[in-house]
């Protein structure tokens, strides 16, 4: 199975200012396709988890453009340019490549 | 626009098995793959299986293998998965999620709580 590792675990980040998160897989997900399989969720308090960035760099519709995706192969990294105090939750990266789809530990964003 | 609607909550007896419904709505449900995923209390999320609607072709992941069935039912558009020979550990929130793109999940259903006691 490929391993999905998350970090940091806990992000206490200030309003207003940037946040990061890296994700690494345990193998490259970049398919024949020319697409990395790489995908990002939030999951906020309370709610089922939503889509933010597929294929390592793709904002879902809806998403705000302070969120972005960058890496290839097996290291990634979202992005938060300014965050906001709806932002906090728990944010996963999942490799799409192959079953088992794993996703990695979460890192709770919280607000200073 | 794309709904995912689950059925409620419920509460198992050990050894009991558990059906959960998923009703989609608002796209072509026979094209896109449903994703079953759980996330037990305090933890991460975890792939069990999925479907492709048209075919009803599924996979499960190794570890429910022999105990998860995903069936579906065209004219509700509607996926169910059961589970058996529940254990307590398998008190869990399970999601049905729709494959949006390259196991790109969304959107996903509100979420089912299933406990598991004796």
């Known amino acids: 199975d490929i391993v999905m590792t998350q970090s940091p675990l806990s992000l206490p980040v200030t309003p207003g200012e940037p946040a990061s998160i890296s994700c690494r897989s345990s193998q490259s997900l970049l398919y024949s396709n020319g697409h990395t399989y790489l995908h990002w969720y939030l999951q906020k308090p309370g709610q089922s988890p939503q889509l933010l960035i597929y294929w390592a760099s793709t904002r879902a519709s809806g998403v705000p453009d302070r969120f972005s995706g960058s890496g290839s192969a097996t290291d990634f990294t979202l992005k938060i340019s300014r965050v906001e105090a709806e932002d906090v939750g728990i944010y996963y990266c999942?490799?799409?490549?192959?079953?088992?789809?794993?996703f990695g530990q979460g890192t709770k964003l919280e607000i200073k | 626009q794309v709904h995912l609607v689950q059925s409620g909550a419920e509460v198992k007896r050990p050894g009991a098995s558990v059906k959960v419904s998923c009703k989609a709505s608002g796209y072509n449900f026979a094209v896109s793959w449903m994703h079953w995923l759980r996330q037990a209390p305090g933890q991460g999320l975890e792939w069990m299986g999925w479907?492709?609607?048209?075919?009803?072709?599924?996979e499960y992941a190794q570890k429910f293998q022999g105990r998860v069935t995903l069936t579906r039912d065209m004219s509700s558009s509607t996926v169910d998965m059961e589970l058996s020979r529940l254990r307590s550990d398998d008190t869990a929130v399970y999601y049905c999620?729709?494959?949006?793109?390259?196991?790109?999940?969304?959107?996903w259903g509100q979420g089912t709580l299933v406990s598991v006691s004796s």
């Open positions: 999942m490799q799409g490549l192959q079953t088992p789809y794993i």
């Open positions: 999620t729709r494959d949006f793109e390259s196991r790109a999940f969304d959107p």
């Open positions: 479907i492709h609607p048209d075919s009803g072709a599924t």
